[in-house]
């Protein structure tokens, strides 16, 4: 990744564990943080809070939670009264996928960068473990990209937008080891989908799932208490 030399970013900043690392790395990077969490009326809004105490501890100039209710929409278990699945991973795109969720939450990303002057995006999405979506995939990013440039008056005037996606070819475990080398508290983050109503994690949808096994993977530890 290049130098940030102070630059501004805009960085997508869901409140999860890999959403926390790309803004820290952002950081690391030497860009200044413009972190955007979008309160799409999502089953977990836990994470809406943890994205403002990451935002705070990572020094951004601005947070912005931008309301964008897609329950309007639904389509999905994170925006509809469709059950979570507990039983693990399978081979096809779950029912936890929001449909076009990335490409519109990009969307809005890259027009705060425009406005506010910036060229560089940061977006926390992984192609190794994650729930098989196809809207964290190398091409989705890289097409995005493009469209930036098509899509923007900047672009129009030859200006370039740069959709850094720092942990795209990353699995979980090394994911948590960048949460540890970079001294982040991972507990910090939220990833459950379906809390359960004490405030815990669940433990057992896809999200939590793939969080655990990574850190187990990686030989660290993660206080996130979980209920199962």
């Known amino acids: 990744m290049q130098n940030g030399n102070g ?7 869901s409140g999860g564990l890999d959403s926390m690392v790309s803004a820290a790395l952002a950081r690391e990077a030497g860009y200044r943080i413009n972190a955007l969490t ?16 990451i935002a705070t501890l990572l020094g951004a100039v601005r947070h912005v939670v931008l309301p964008l209710d897609l329950r309007q929409f639904g389509g999905s278990a994170l925006t509809a009264d469709i059950a979570v699945p507990k039983d693990g991973l399978g081979p096809d795109i779950p ?11 990009l969307s809005l990303t890259l027009a705060w960068a425009e406005a506010i002057g910036a060229r560089d995006l940061f977006i926390g999405v992984n192609a190794l473990d994650y729930s098989g979506y196809p809207d964290c995939r190398p091409e989705f ?3 995005f ?3 930036a440039r098509l899509a923007t008056k900047a672009g129009a005037e030859g200006g370039d937008f ?12 090394q994911i948590a080891q960048e ?3 970079l001294g982040l508290d991972p507990a910090m983050s939220w990833s459950c989908y379906d809390p359960v109503p004490d405030g815990r994690a669940c433990g057992l949808c896809d999200s939590c799932r793939l969080r655990k096994d990574g850190f187990a993977a990686a030989g660290l530890t993660d206080n996130t208490q ?3």
């Open 179 to 181: 949460a540890a080398r």
């Open 95 to 105: 029912v936890t996928y929001v449909p076009a969720r990335n490409l519109v939450f």
């Open 162 to 173: 740069t959709v850094h996606a720092p942990l795209q070819m990353l699995g979980k475990a």
């Open 7 to 13: 630059r501004d970013a805009v960085v997508l900043l």
């Open 226 to 228: 979980y209920a199962a």
């Open 145 to 147: 990209q493009d469209l």
């Open 141 to 143: 990013i890289a097409a």
């Open 38 to 53: 979008i309160d799409y009326n999502q089953r977990h809004r836990r994470e809406i809070a943890a994205a403002g105490e």
